[in-house]
């Protein structure tokens, strides 16, 4: 059973450094492209970052571009997303998303979210 | 960049029909692939279309999908409406390899 785990989600103020991590089991892990997508409590859906199979190619949204960092450790099977210089409207639930890696960038599986609050 | 525009929210009876409209701002709709996410409250999103009109296994075949080049849209359409199809929906495209998701469409059924 394919199995997307976050962690990391807490209450930082703004400014400040965060790192969300999100646990891979169920799958080969190294076979698929991973994204991490976010949604304000209340709101739509909005794509912050995608990191390819081997992690030679990272992409972001305007956004987040220059402050969040996608990484990924293929060994621990294992996603990451460095949060620097987080302001309030970062605030939301941050989803790590399987690519089906068919070449469509459909999503076909989604952890439960990790919340993030940016608040002083 | 390009923007995914879906109606804010739509209604119908149980048993109807339901289309909900998904409508790219620049470039072809056609040029890349738009999945579908159903998204129920408190849940995280699942797929009930992707490559435009594929189903996921143990997706209903009440789901279906469609692309208009005329309109530059993708539809989401639900027949046979249920009382758990109340969910929100998304649409979700891409450009290069910038992903974009409409708005979100919140499905009442009463």
């Known amino acids: 059973e394919v199995q997307l785990m976050e962690s990391g989600g807490v209450v930082v103020q703004p400014g400040g450094s965060l790192r969300l991590s999100c646990a891979a089991s169920?799958?080969?892990?190294?076979?698929?492209?991973m994204h991490w997508v976010r949604q304000i409590p209340g709101k739509g859906l909005e794509w912050v970052s995608l990191?390819?199979?081997?992690?030679?190619?990272?992409y972001y949204a305007d956004s987040v571009k220059g402050r969040f960092t996608i990484s990924r450790d293929n060994s621990k099977n294992s996603l990451y997303l460095q949060m620097n210089s987080l302001r309030t409207e970062d605030t939301a639930l941050y989803y790590c998303?399987?690519?089906?890696?068919?070449?469509?960038?459909?999503?076909?599986?989604w952890g439960q979210g990790a919340l993030v609050t940016v608040s002083s | 960049n390009f923007i995914l525009t879906q109606p804010h929210s739509v209604s119908e009876s149980p048993g109807k029909t339901v289309t909900i409209s998904c409508t790219r701002s620049?470039?072809?709709?056609?040029?890349?692939?738009v999945q579908w996410y159903q998204q129920r409250p408190g849940s995280s999103p699942t797929t009930v279309i992707y490559?435009?009109?594929?189903?996921p296994s143990g997706v209903p075949d009440r789901f279906s999908g469609s692309i208009d080049s005329s309109s530059n849209s993708a539809s989401l359409t639900i027949s046979g409406l249920k009382t758990e199809d109340e969910a929100d929906y998304y649409c979700?495209?891409?450009?290069?390899?910038?992903?974009?998701f409409g708005g979100g469409t919140k499905l009442t059924v009463l």
């Open positions: 998303a399987r690519d089906k890696s068919s070449g469509s960038y459909h999503l076909d599986y």
């Open positions: 169920g799958f080969t892990f190294h076979d698929y492209t």
């Open positions: 990191i390819t199979r081997d992690g030679s190619r990272t």
């Open positions: 620049s470039g072809s709709i056609a040029s890349n692939y």
């Open positions: 490559e435009d009109n594929q189903r």
């Open positions: 979700q495209s891409y450009d290069s390899s910038n992903q974009v």
